[in-house]
């Protein structure tokens, strides 16, 4: 069974890139690798989704090795806005498995 | 307007009280998830529906039961509740598509057992 491992915390400073990495090793082949944003008292919010190499949206990218055994969220140029915690989630039609989340406090 | 809304936003309630937390959303999504997440915010999948039918059904005591009465409301009757019920419940909804694990979550059902 997958499970997903995170950093606890990560500090940066405003208008830095951060780059918060999620281990899966076990991730089926069926399975993507989704990320979400949690503030608090709030439900979590998508961000992006992955299967395979890289995806980028307007808010993040998502890198992703040939191997699949991790997966990296990248935040361009964060912001005090972007404190929250986030979660990485391997998932198919009948598993969802979210991380243990990674806390960002983004400092002035 | 709310996408995906639940009731109540708080519920209190003593041991071995039985109660219900709503669900709808409103977004035409045919899969709908309850997660509990604890004091330690660990997030986890309880059940997911999908056009009325339990897809997953996670390991959670027979006493937690969803009823999908239509594809728009997923509720969540929890029996007998215990002093480890107490967190915080999420509803969520999808479609499947290009993203097809992207859930939309409702605000949360913060449940304390006294």
């Known amino acids: 069974l997958a499970k997903t491992t995170q950093p606890i915390s990560m500090d940066s400073y405003e208008g830095q890139e951060v780059n918060i990495t999620c281990s899966h090793n076990?991730?089926?082949?069926?399975?993507?690798i989704t990320w979400y944003q949690q503030f608090p008292s709030q439900g979590p919010r998508f961000i992006i989704q992955?299967?395979?190499t890289k995806v980028t949206n307007e808010v993040a990218s998502l890198f992703i090795p040939a191997d699949r055994k991790s997966s990296t969220l990248s935040l361009p140029r964060v912001s005090l806005s972007d404190t929250a915690v986030y979660y990485c989630?391997?998932?198919?039609?009948?598993?969802?498995?979210f991380g243990t989340g990674t806390r960002l406090q983004v400092f002035p | 307007d709310t996408a995906v809304s639940q009731t109540p936003k708080y519920l209190v309630t003593q041991m071995g009280n039985d109660k219900s937390i709503k669900c709808e959303q409103n977004l035409g999504h045919d899969t709908m998830y309850w997660y509990k997440q604890d004091s330690k915010k660990f997030l986890k999948i309880m059940f997911s529906?999908?056009?009325?039918?339990?897809?997953i059904n996670e390991t959670v005591p027979n006493r937690f039961s969803p009823k999908s009465p239509d594809k728009a409301h997923l509720n969540l009757h929890i029996n007998s509740l215990e002093l480890g019920d107490s967190a915080v419940y999420f509803c969520a909804s999808s479609r499947i598509g290009t993203e097809p694990y992207e859930q939309y979550f409702g605000p949360g059902t913060r449940l304390t057992v006294t």
């Open positions: 076990n991730i089926a082949t069926n399975d993507y």
């Open positions: 992955g299967y395979k």
């Open positions: 989630l391997v998932c198919n039609t009948d598993k969802l498995i």
């Open positions: 529906y999908n056009n009325k039918e339990l897809i």
